[in-house]
C-alpha cells in the first residue's frame, strides 16, 4: 500500500478509536425464553409482529413456539421466511412491504445471522421509506429509530443479535455490503440452546468458527479496548472448551449455551473494535458465489492469520497463552504458529475445508476491489494491504485451484 493511503487508513483508525468510549454503543436486554417476548411486546402496546426467518427454520417449525405464545396474548403475526443465505435486497424490500401491508409494529429476526441481518434491513427501512437500502451502505447512514427489533439466534455463530451490522447483498451485482449504525443493535436477545439443539454438526462448526473469527479479528485489531479485549478473550476459551463438544454431541446444552455466550461475547468485541480482511474477502466471496459466511470466514482466517505475519503473532500468542494452546513460557512466535496449527486442526475436525472452491480467476479483481472498498479505510487490521495484495489472498484460499482450470 502507497504510503499516503497508507497514513490515511491509520489516521482514520486512530480518530474512531479515539472517540470509542463517547460513542453510543449498547446491548440488548437479554431474555431466557422466547416466551418472554409477549410480556416485552405488550408492555409497549405492540399489537401485530413480523417475524422474519429463513425456509429451512420454517421448516423445522422452529417459530410455532413463539407464535403460539404470541397468538395466546392476542398478538397477531406475520411471518416472512424466505431469506436467502446471503440476505438479498430483494429479501429485505419483500418482507419491508409485508410489514407495510400487515400493519405490524415490531420486528423479530429469528434464525442465524441472514435472517437476523434481513431483519435489520427491514428495520433500516421502515425507519427510512424513502432510501433506498443500498443508500445506506457504509457507516452511519440510517439516522433514525427503527421499530423495536428483537433477535432470536438459532446459531451460535454470528453475534448478530449484538453487533451494529447488517450485512446485504445486491441481487443484480452479487456485491455483499455491510450497513453499519449503532439504531441497527437489537433491543432485546433471547439466548434459548433448545434453538440450536437441532442444528447439523455441519452448521454447528461452521458458525462457530465464524464466532471464532470475530473474536480473532476483534483481538488483534488496533481499536482495542480493555472491554473488548476480554470479552474477545472470554468468547476464544469458551470456543476452545466447547465447540468440538456441541460438534460431536449436539444435546449438550451446557456446550451449546456455553457456545451461545462465546458468539455474543464476540459480537461484543468486533461490533466495537471491528473485524479485518477475513471477514473483507468473504463478503466478496459469499455476494459473487453465495458462499455462506460462517463457512468462507473459517477457511479464510489461518491464510489471514498467516499472512498478518509478525504484525499478529504478539496478540495471537496472547490467545494462545491464554487458552492453553502454548504453553506460558512460550515465545511469540511459537504460540503464534501454535493458535495458527489449532485453528488449522479445529477446522479439519469440524470436517472444514482448507481452501475455497469454485473461485473463477477472472473474478478477483472485481473481489479484490469490493474487498478494498469494504475495509480500507476503516477496519483497523495489523497489518495493512491494498486491492493488490488482496488478490494475491484470493489466490491462497483458493489454494491455486481455479474453476475452469486445470
Same mark, same amino acid.
Not at 416485552?40 to 405464545?69: F, N, W
Not at 443479535?161 to 443484480?172: F, N, P, Q, S
Not at 503473532?313 to 504458529?337: F, N, V, W
Given at each position: 500500500m502507497h504510503l499516503a493511503r497508507r497514513a490515511w487508513c491509520r489516521t482514520y483508525q486512530t480518530v474512531f478509536r479515539i472517540a470509542l468510549p463517547i460513542l453510543p454503543y449498547t446491548e440488548p436486554r437479554i431474555l431466557?425464553?422466547?416466551?418472554?417476548?409477549?410480556?416485552?411486546?405488550?408492555?409497549?402496546?405492540?399489537?401485530?409482529?413480523?417475524?422474519?426467518?429463513?425456509?429451512?427454520?420454517?421448516?423445522?417449525?422452529?417459530?410455532?413456539?413463539?407464535?403460539?405464545?404470541?397468538?395466546?396474548?392476542?398478538?397477531?403475526v406475520t411471518v416472512y421466511a424466505e431469506t436467502r443465505a446471503n440476505p438479498t435486497v430483494s429479501n429485505v424490500e419483500e418482507a419491508a412491504s409485508l410489514y407495510r401491508e400487515r400493519a405490524c409494529q415490531a420486528i423479530i429476526g429469528f434464525g442465524g445471522g441472514s435472517a437476523m441481518?434481513?431483519?435489520?434491513?427491514?428495520?433500516?427501512?421502515?425507519?427510512?421509506?424513502?432510501?433506498?437500502?443500498?443508500?445506506?451502505?457504509?457507516?452511519?447512514?440510517?439516522?433514525?429509530?427503527?421499530?423495536? @427489533? &428483537?433477535?432470536?439466534?438459532?446459531?451460535?455463530?454470528?453475534?448478530?443479535?449484538?453487533? #451494529?451490522? *447488517?450485512? !446485504? $447483498?445486491?441481487?443484480?451485482?452479487?456485491?455483499?455490503?455491510?450497513?453499519?449504525?449503532?439504531? @441497527? &443493535?437489537?433491543?432485546?436477545?433471547?439466548?434459548?440452546?433448545?434453538?440450536?439443539?437441532? #442444528?447439523? *454438526?455441519? !452448521? $454447528?462448526?461452521?458458525?462457530?468458527?465464524?464466532?471464532l473469527t470475530h473474536a480473532v479479528e476483534a483481538f488483534i485489531g488496533r481499536s482495542t479496548t480493555p472491554y473488548t479485549r476480554k470479552m474477545a478473550r472470554q468468547a476464544v476459551q469458551l470456543i476452545h472448551?466447547?465447540?468440538?463438544?456441541?460438534?460431536?454431541?449436539?444435546?449438550?446444552?451446557?456446550?451449546?449455551?456455553?457456545?451461545?455466550?462465546?458468539?455474543?461475547?464476540?459480537?461484543?468485541?468486533?461490533?466495537?473494535s471491528y473485524v479485518g480482511y477475513v471477514h473483507a474477502i468473504a463478503h466478496s466471496l459469499g455476494g459473487r458465489y453465495g458462499i455462506p459466511h460462517g463457512l468462507a470466514n473459517a477457511i479464510i482466517l489461518p491464510h489471514?492469520?498467516?499472512?498478518?505475519?509478525?504484525?499478529?503473532?504478539?496478540?495471537?500468542?496472547?490467545?494462545?497463552?491464554?487458552?492453553?494452546?502454548?504453553?506460558?513460557?512460550?515465545?511469540?512466535?511459537?504460540?503464534?504458529?501454535?493458535?495458527?496449527?489449532?485453528?488449522?486442526?479445529?477446522n479439519e475436525a469440524l470436517g472444514i475445508p482448507k481452501y475455497v472452491s469454485g473461485i473463477r480467476r477472472s473474478d478477483i479483481p472485481q473481489m479484490a476491489a469490493h474487498a478494498d472498498a469494504e475495509a480500507n479505510p476503516l477496519y483497523p487490521v495489523p497489518l495493512l494491504m491494498d486491492r493488490l495484495e488482496l488478490e494475491h489472498m484470493y489466490e491462497v484460499v483458493a489454494g491455486g485451484m481455479f474453476e475452469g482450470e486445470n
Open positions: 431466557e425464553h422466547a416466551e418472554d417476548v409477549p410480556a416485552v411486546l405488550q408492555k409497549r402496546s405492540i399489537q401485530k409482529v413480523l417475524i422474519v426467518t429463513d425456509p429451512g427454520i420454517a421448516r423445522l417449525g422452529l417459530t410455532a413456539p413463539l407464535e403460539t405464545a404470541l397468538a395466546c396474548r392476542g398478538i397477531g441481518d434481513c431483519a435489520k434491513g427491514v428495520g433500516a427501512r421502515i425507519a427510512q421509506p424513502n432510501k433506498p437500502i443500498n443508500k445506506m451502505r457504509g457507516l452511519l447512514r440510517i439516522h433514525r429509530r427503527l421499530p423495536l @427489533l &428483537i433477535a432470536v439466534p438459532t446459531t451460535a455463530g454470528t453475534g448478530s443479535e449484538v453487533t #451494529l451490522a *447488517a450485512v !446485504i $447483498t445486491d441481487d443484480e451485482t452479487h456485491y455483499k455490503y455491510p450497513i453499519n449504525d449503532f439504531v @441497527l &443493535i437489537p433491543r432485546f436477545a433471547v439466548h434459548d440452546p433448545e434453538f440450536t439443539r437441532g #442444528l447439523p *454438526a455441519s !452448521i $454447528t462448526g461452521r458458525t462457530g468458527m465464524d464466532a472448551d466447547n465447540l468440538l463438544e456441541a460438534y460431536e454431541h449436539g444435546d449438550n446444552m451446557r456446550a451449546r449455551r456455553n457456545m451461545l455466550s462465546a458468539a455474543y461475547k464476540a459480537g461484543v468485541a468486533f461490533t466495537r489471514m492469520l498467516r499472512a498478518y505475519g509478525d504484525a499478529a503473532a504478539p496478540k495471537l500468542a496472547d490467545l494462545a497463552r491464554m487458552a492453553g494452546i502454548a504453553p506460558a513460557t512460550a515465545q511469540d512466535s511459537l504460540a503464534a504458529e501454535a493458535f495458527i496449527d489449532w485453528v488449522d486442526r479445529m
